[in-house]
């Protein structure tokens, strides 16, 4: 399973920066504070009073949408390392499911090493990157428990071929077959 991207991780907590930076900043920007000289031109304490909340009001109204904006850029970096979780867990599921087919494949015991089969078969069915790697476990698996006698009479000299995976049954798991010569 791959990491998230680094320049993914940067991304986001550089995002991040900059918007809480503009949270901070940009209201001061758009709507500055009054000085002291335009609050002395104002005749009463009552009149700057309210003048000074009105700026605040101002600014708190251009901080709304850009804190908006720093909670949805925080619900998608958790999204995003929720799914990364998902992935990562599947993964070892795969892989926990996978050694413990190839276990039973080696028992001694003919139950057993069918339901390792058909784990195998399982796991191709879900797994893409799999596939490949179980087929060849499984041709060698054939080969080395299920010889076929070369030159005997009543078998004629095996000859390997590999079937389309079109053409064969289950799910892509193409398993050696043999044609007489």
């Given at each position: 399973?791959?990491?998230?991207?680094?320049?993914?991780?940067?991304?986001?907590?550089?995002?991040?920066?900059?918007?809480?930076?503009?949270?901070?900043?940009?209201?001061?920007?758009?709507?500055?504070?009054?000085?002291?000289?335009?609050?002395?031109?104002?005749?009463?304490?009552?009149?700057?009073?309210?003048?000074q909340q009105?700026?605040?009001?101002?600014?708190?109204?251009?901080?709304?949408?850009?804190?908006?904006?720093?909670?949805?850029?925080?619900?998608?970096?958790?999204?995003?390392?929720?799914?990364?979780?998902?992935?990562?867990?599947?993964?070892?599921?795969?892989?926990?499911?996978?050694?413990?087919?190839?276990?039973?494949?080696?028992?001694?015991?003919?139950?057993?090493?069918?339901?390792?089969?058909?784990?195998?078969?399982?796991?191709a069915k879900?797994?893409?990157?799999?596939?490949?790697?179980?087929?060849?476990?499984?041709?060698?698996?054939?080969?080395?428990?299920?010889?076929?006698?070369?030159?005997?009479?009543?078998?004629?000299?095996?000859?390997?071929?590999?079937?389309?995976?079109?053409?064969?049954?289950?799910?892509?798991?193409?398993?050696?077959?043999?044609?007489?010569?």
């Amino acid at each position: 399973m791959q990491r998230p991207a680094n320049w993914l991780i940067v991304l986001v907590i550089t995002g991040t920066l900059a918007l809480l930076a503009c949270v901070l900043v940009l209201p001061r920007l758009l709507y500055p504070p009054l000085s002291s000289a335009q609050l002395q031109r104002v005749p009463t304490t009552k009149e700057r009073i309210e003048l000074q909340q009105a700026q605040s009001a101002l600014q708190n109204d251009a901080r709304t949408p850009l804190l908006q904006g720093v909670g949805g850029l925080l619900l998608v970096a958790g999204v995003i390392a929720t799914w990364q979780q998902v992935l990562i867990g599947r993964q070892s599921q795969i892989t926990e499911r996978f050694t413990r087919a190839i276990d039973q494949l080696g028992s001694d015991k003919l139950d057993v090493r069918l339901g390792g089969i058909f784990a195998l078969e399982r796991i191709a069915k879900n797994s893409k990157v799999d596939r490949e790697p179980i087929t060849r476990i499984l041709e060698t698996f054939v080969r080395t428990h299920a010889p076929w006698p070369a030159g005997s009479r009543e078998s004629p000299q095996p000859h390997p071929t590999r079937p389309s995976t079109s053409n064969s049954p289950g799910y892509g798991i193409a398993l050696l077959t043999f044609r007489p010569a």
